[in-house]
């Protein structure tokens, strides 16, 4: 009874304060600050007849301190410019607490200065060229926001368009003026008469595949037939393609290499002002396509299959570890001396529930596979001996500096490149594999870096970073002094899509040239781990023959499918494409624009199997050449092997470099 | 002549109204709901008790990146029922906060944390969200942080650095404390929910010492400095000059609740097989509860009675009685490493999560918290973890 009357009482209570209509009213209600400026707010707490309510405390929350500050007392002071929110609040311990939002616009700083850069030393007439136009404010930022417009003081010598082009209409002099608002700054340009009286264009081939890259070089003279060799050219092209029905595709760089996607007649044209010259090509079709069939497969159907490694045991015969995702913390050993034959021969069961990665060692001697999910919370990696895998026995665990996980790894040399927590990874040495140590860390320091996998060669790790693109660590190669106990950085490339998910090295022995194939990996639509899925994503290749200047200049990217893992020899790329099953790639020769749309898929096999873990739902992880035939795991079914057919001549006359 | 428009008579239809509603409800059979979080599955689900059998009802995939394990981890219900909030513990590499609709399960919002952000609750003072970074498997010499979301608009508006590897928290019953415990560093911190900032710091290990040596503070145990941390195991690589000046904490408290009656806070003493009670007013340790192996979550009856607490090394339950300070039952749990409490609003049940090894399913166990038994146990995804009790309904 006592309980039911402070029940009542408190029912009461509360109707009649939530009957009082109470609010926040703040003055000034509109706010408008300048940058640096500080304001006192006036809150207060009233009910509806706009009577001020005593004893309600009020606390204000700015959502971006760095730009609108509030104090305790309601006193702001803006220190960037824009639209930004604060909340007052008048807390009450019965639950009835106040609140207000509030926008706070702090007005940009006056623009202060244009800067017009970029402009050519020399201006030909009927020539055509961008400049960088760069506006800053009193607080010295960069307002990209700020529209600038170029106006010419006679039309003359000089036009403008409202893409920062100039167009050097004819000689003389003109003043460029770069306005906004009232602030503007003036280019005087002088446009000389232009020397070219013969411009010429010329490649090495005349005829080519899809796919295979032509430099056209262009020369400009003057009416002596001296060279002008600070005359501007561009490159375009224009096609016909063989296929009624097909664009004329390609891709063409400023410095006049071209490449088709389509088998057709393509016309390239340099042009400097008014002169242009042409040559046209023939593009036929690559025609490297080749059959693919399955020769095996180790069936994995009570638990989804994460990745895996193909090596020749001690014993001369051939062995494959697959790992498990989201199960029970399995790793199986396979004998697949006969492909067409695989065998479970032993497993290992861990304290986890994903053993995502798996790798041996060079001499065939050591697994390591990784943990995620542990029932400990400790993970880390587990260290296995595979002399004899049929009786495959568990050395060591190590955690340490591992707890949060190990979502890949690496062995090489002796040492494991194990990832932490996804965000670095250890160097671990292992050269008495039941008492590993730490030796070396790898860790960027840019704000919330993340790292997804590593991969060693040549004593070269190479870290896939998400956001933060790949990184290049001299382990031991020598290029930057490096070693497993003090790893180096020394090369680097990101792409504004992120998501890098693996890299591979590709030293291309048909052109010298050294890339950094970058794969993506993408779930645009999310992944059901009882259902078919699709992923998204493809791989980058990037030009690294330069160390210092990498030239991202190819992709391979399947419709409808995601890039996963890959594996690279000789000029053929074996890439695992998750609903697209594996695909086969000719990179030989220069790379260049879209390898897939330029007919270089040698071949695709995907893996449905009405008895997988998801019945015929494809999702292939990885794939591995291991002595002439193609091994990949696949999430759903387990383990295969494919054996594409040899190459053979074809009847197309190429001419070669 | 009674005027029913009146707005006094309004006020009293409206308690009479209410009075006859909660006495429907309890003599109506009843349906409890929990949420409850599968860290290895990237699930949330929803659990139904009918007061004999329980049963998920629905699975709700979370995550952004599906081939890996994001660890949904904390999960809260806002005061008023309409939103659920979950963390999600691992990220590239900051955790998330998700915003949900109980009504249709769906993500409203979303906001970055800082690493594995883990337990959290809404002041009903103030409206705004608590949320723990643990950063579990970070440099443990470096304190972390509380952070401070708007959960209306799903803005961080602060992170109060506290201590190393935070991980249990709780609001103070009137909103204006928010406590949570330092695993690590074994220390408990108070932060104003209106200030935002630190009002008070204990620590745990010398509090409890204090407690048994009759109230003196000092610890000669702890002097950490003077340890022969080579002897420990400790890796000798970069950071020895660092973890010669870290606290381990002998207790590793994981959990922090406070009484119903915001007089007192109870610390699960997770490596000191027990449970430590904290006066707030002495800002002492009142009271040392010795526990099974591995104490990690703890819930209070929302009458004051029963204090549920996890042992998690001994898959087993226990129900103290707080008037008695005594233990009352212990309860085998329906699989291993027991994990998080919720406690239904009607004092009845406690809602046990149980995560299992491996490929065990994660579990849900209730417990009558009268008569001390396991009344049933629903299964959903792959370890489950943070519980948070929504509602009761009359069954139809």
Redesign the interface.
Known sequence: MKHMSLL?TF??IS??LL?QDLKIEVVPDNIQMKVGASLALDASVTDESGKKIDNR?L?Y???D?RSVEVD?TGKLTAHLPGEH?I?V?S?????N?L?K?MKVYVAYPPVTTIKIDEVPEKIYAGTTFPVKITVMDAMDLVRDDATVELTSSDTKVATTDAFANIHAAGPGKAEITARHEDITTRLNIEVVPNPVANLEISSEMNQARTGDVFHFKATASDAEGSPVSDAPVTFSFQGQADDVSSSASGLIKKDGRFVADEPGIYTVTASSGPFAASKTVKVLPRNVSRKIEVVGHGSVNT?HTSDFWVWEGIDGRDYAVTGTW????TAYFWDVTDPSSIKKIDSV?V????VNDVKISEDGKICIISR??A?N?KNGIVIIDVSDPSNAEIISTFT??L???V?NLFIYDNHVYAL????KYYIINIEDPASP???G?FELDTP???IHDVWVEDGIAYSSN??DGVYMVDVGNGIAGGSPENPVAFANYEYPSGAHHATFPFHSQSTDKFYAVMGD?I?PY???VNSF?MAGGFLHFVDFTDLDNPDEIARFEVPGAGSHNYWIDGDLLYVAYYNGGVRVVDISGELMGDLYKQGREIAFIVPADPDGYIPNAPFTWGAQLHKGHVFYSDWNSGLWSAKLEPEKPKDVNVESK | MLNLNDPIMKRVKFLLISILLMTGTLIRAQDYYVYVTAESEDEVAVVKFDGESAETIERIPVGVWPAENEGPHGITISPDGKYWFLSLAHGNPYGTLYKFSTETNKVLGTTELGIFPASMQISTATGLLFCVNFNLHGDMTVPSTVSVVDPVTMTEIKKVTTGVMPHGSRISPDGMRQYSVAMMSGELFEINTVSLEIERKLDLDMAAEAFSNGGKEDMPAMDHAAMDHAAMGHSQHNQMSAHAQMKHSKIKPTWVIPSPDGKKVYVAANGNEEVLEIDLEEWKVSNRLPTGKGPYNVEISPNGRYMVVTYKSDAQTGIWDLKKMKEVARIDNSQKVSHGVAMSSDNKYAFISVEGIGDDPGAVDVIDLNTGKLVSTAHLGKQAGGIAFWKIESAP
Request: aromatic share 10%; net charge negative; no cysteine.
């Open positions: 009542l029912l009461l109707s009649f009957a405390r606390a929350y700015s959502f301190s305790s929110q909340i609040v807390p009450s311990p019965d639950g607490y609140r939002d638990k989201g199960a029970d913390g069961q304290d986890a529930r994903t995620e999910g029932s919370r340490e500096n707890t949060g996980g979502h932490s927590n996804g965000e140590k730490i030796v860390k919330g870096h993340a998400w956001d990996e779930f999310g992944l059901d899925n």
